[in-house]
């Protein structure tokens, strides 16, 4: 015989002995699982034997046996995560047995190679999920320790006979469990039947089968009389399509009905069901509490806070407002709504000037009445006004005159309650009247009327505090507008101020920057090219320094007559200027700075142009402007076409670069006054030259703007009339 077939039946042996061993019963399971693990542990010849539940969320499994060879007995306690150990999680469910001869590299177990094989000196394993009713309820492990080992054929099957052993043990103990706590409940609901003192029913599908004693005093009846009728039998008819629907729909939640007594008497109970299984079926226990007493309490006290909320939601809404009207024709119409009656008004009243009228009124159309007309008659004017009671048509001891005016008006019943009294001023009467039937007003009616008034009275104050408020704002309004109008027009004379101070700042720093740094470059150059203590000046170069100042100070004298005026304006000193010959001075004055620059010049104005009528100095200021924003805004080595040619009766001049550009979207605020070019760096600060080489030209009666080159750059242009300006 082979050494496996050897091992396999040897391992038989083994489990019909386990299987045989003792009964299986809940009262020794645990003694039963304890034996399979330590026989089972010997069997193998493992270290180690571990038994494995999972928990309610199966999400983790817990050690709750665990046998081990050194004879430290049996422990229990640990935990693992399938979060931590997915791989292993997912191999459970889908195989038979996990058979890691090397549990270090199979990739099923390397997952708990680190905390718990290498830790605990662990080499192979050999795991047996358990299943009971389809589901797994935990996993049978053999660890083994020393060099890693086989598992035989043989010895996969026995261990998954015993898991099969295991979940037979693990049904058995449920099983007992369950009974046992079955019994135990049948023993409670028997107790708890006939002790209890609330009316206990149990019925199959609505036909009685038990009832205890309590039900019995309740309803009247013997337990005889009841089994075996329809519950319907202590149901009150209005209830009885309730009940059938919880009949054909058990619900364990409790809910109100109406239940009749043997006597016909009618009671408020509260009824909860559970479904029982019952003499072997199943069945509904109903238990019912008779409530009658404590609704009828519940139902007073509603009563009274209803009557107080409505108090209050009246009140608020009548305080909620602060002008008069709108006061009193709420409380009318409330207390209306309230006493369901037919009419309800409110008259005011002068003590010094005795007149009467009506401020309010809230009546039923088909109850309709002159109530100016009733308040002219005197025996009930003297009434409304002497007497705040109940009255009534049929009362004894009412004035024969005054029965008349009553039945003329068709008033049945009548209820006054004073609202405000004031020796001094307007009194105010709340009147409610009752067409249709004779009323006696009840005493909460009255209350509620009465506590009304209060709260009406503190609204009329509030709203004749109001209108005195109301007329105070209005003057202190109309002197705050007043006062506000002031300030505004000094806050614009203030920022007009503002304004020009910044025009003439930045004039300043942009106009006279030019000549500055032309004299400066030229004295550079000066101290650069003689480095003696003496430098010998040349005349001319003395004379363009003298030149570069009084242009400096004429633009001085200019910017200060602009910012004299409002509406800045230049004075011009017109005199017939050859253009060709004022261009050729403004390049040499500016030669050093296009020289720094790397700047090429091309002239293209003819010397045969007609003489223009302009300012020369103001016009300098043009082409110095047009000349330095372009080396400004652009990269050195720029090419520069200065060019003027006779259009008409006008000369049309242009400054042509072939610098960046200027973009389309921008070209039409350039002249504009602080204007930046928005997103693009290259036009940073050309605002303010721009915008006064505008004001020259159109001093000169003339137009200037800017138009895109033929394939890069810029063209400014501008056309002056060769007509004298005046």
């Known amino acids: 015989m082979s050494p496996v077939i050897e091992q396999l039946q040897s391992l038989n042996r083994i489990l019909v002995k386990l299987a045989r061993r003792q009964p299986f019963h809940g009262a020794n399971c645990e003694e039963i699982l304890q034996d399979i693990l330590s026989t089972s542990a010997r069997s193998l010849k493992v270290a180690r034997v571990s038994l494995w539940f999972y928990a309610d969320d199966r999400q983790q499994i817990e050690c709750v046996h665990l046998f081990q060879e050194s004879g430290q007995g049996l422990t229990a306690g640990m935990k693992l995560t399938a979060s931590d150990y997915p791989r292993y999680f997912a191999a459970l469910q889908e195989e038979r047995t996990i058979t890691a001869h090397e549990a270090g590299v199979d990739p099923r177990t390397q997952e708990f190679r680190q905390s718990y094989l290498e830790p605990l000196g662990i080499t192979s394993l050999l795991d047996v999920p358990i299943w009971v009713e389809g589901v797994m309820i935990g996993i049978l492990c053999y660890e083994h320790m020393g060099p890693p080992r086989q598992w035989t054929v043989a010895e996969e099957q026995f261990a998954a006979s015993l898991a099969d052993l295991v979940s037979l043990v693990v049904e058995s103990r449920d099983r007992h469990r369950a009974l046992k706590a079955l019994e135990e409940s ?84 509260e009824v909860q069901g559970k479904s029982i299984l019952y ?71 002068d003590p010094i000037t005795e007149e009467i009228q009506v401020v309010a009124a809230a009546m039923a159309p088909q109850w309709h009445t002159n109530l100016e007309a009733l308040l002219e008659n005197v025996p009930y004017r003297s009434q409304l006004l002497t007497t705040a009671a109940t009255l009534s048509c049929g009362q004894e001891g009412l004035d024969s005159q005054l029965r008349q005016v009553y039945e003329a008006h068709h008033i049945q019943s009548c209820l006054l309650i004073p609202i405000q009294h004031r020796p001094q001023g307007r009194c105010f009467l709340l009147g409610v009247h009752q067409c249709d039937h004779r009323r006696e007003w009840q005493p909460h009616e009255r209350a509620f009327l009465e506590q009304l008034a209060t709260q009406v009275a503190i609204a009329l104050q509030q709203a004749e505090l109001y209108q005195q408020l109301a007329a105070l704002n209005a003057n202190l309004e109309q002197q705050i507008a007043e006062r506000t109008g002031q300030l505004q027009q000094k806050m614009s004379e203030l920022e007009e101020l503002n304004r020009l101070k910044d025009l003439f700042l930045h004039a300043v720093s942009h106009d006279l920057r030019t000549p500055v740094l032309g004299t400066l470059m030229l004295i550079n150059h000066l101290l650069q090219s003689d480095t003696s203590d003496t430098i010998a000046v040349p005349r001319s170069t003395l004379t363009c ?90 990269c050195p080595g720029i090419i520069i076409t200065l060019a003027a040619e006779e259009r008409g009766d006008s000369v049309y001049c242009t400054v042509k670069d072939n610098g960046v550009g200027i973009p389309p979207d921008q070209q039409s605020h350039l002249f504009e006054l602080y204007y930046r070019g928005g997103a693009s760096h290259h036009r940073t600060g050309i605002g303010l030259g721009l915008y006064l080489c505008r004001q020259i030209i159109t001093a000169h009666g003339g137009e200037i703007g800017v138009t895109e080159g033929d394939s890069q750059g810029a063209t400014f242009w501008f056309r002056i009339s060769l007509a004298d300006q005046i």
């Open 279 to 349: 003499q072997g079926r199943w069945a509904r226990v109903v238990g019912i509490r008779d409530i009658t007493q404590r609704k009828t309490a519940q139902q007073k006290v509603q009563l009274a806070a209803q009557q107080q909320q409505l108090l209050a939601e009246v009140a608020l809404r009548i305080r909620q407002t602060l002008e008069l009207p709108e006061v009193l024709n709420t409380t009318v119409v409330e207390v209306r709504r309230y006493l369901l009656s037919d009419r309800v008004f409110i008259v005011a009243f």
């Open 186 to 269: 049948e023993a409670r609901l028997a107790t708890f039947f006939q002790a209890t003192s609330e009316a206990v029913v149990i019925h199959e599908q609505g036909t009685i089968l038990d009832v205890n004693a309590a039900t019995e005093r309740l309803f009247g009846y013997r337990a005889a009389e009841l089994v075996g009728q329809s519950v319907l039998l202590l149901t009150h008819p209005e209830s009885r399509s309730l009940i059938l629907e919880r009949i054909q729909q058990p619900m364990d939640v409790p809910f109100e009905a109406l239940a009749r007594t043997k006597s016909g008497e009618v009671l408020i109970v």
């Open 545 to 634: 320094i003298q030149h570069s100042q009084q242009r400096q100070l004429h633009l001085i004298e200019t910017l200060l007559h602009i910012q004299g005026d409002r509406q800045p304006s230049l004075s011009l000193a017109i005199a017939p200027t050859s253009l060709a010959t004022l261009v050729n001075d403004i390049l040499a004055d500016l030669q050093p700075l296009l020289e720094k620059n790397k700047a090429t010049v091309k002239l293209q104005i003819p010397p045969t142009l007609p003489l223009v009528p302009v300012d020369p100095i103001q016009l300098r200021r043009v082409y110095e402007n047009l000349i330095t924003n372009t080396l400004k805004h652009n």
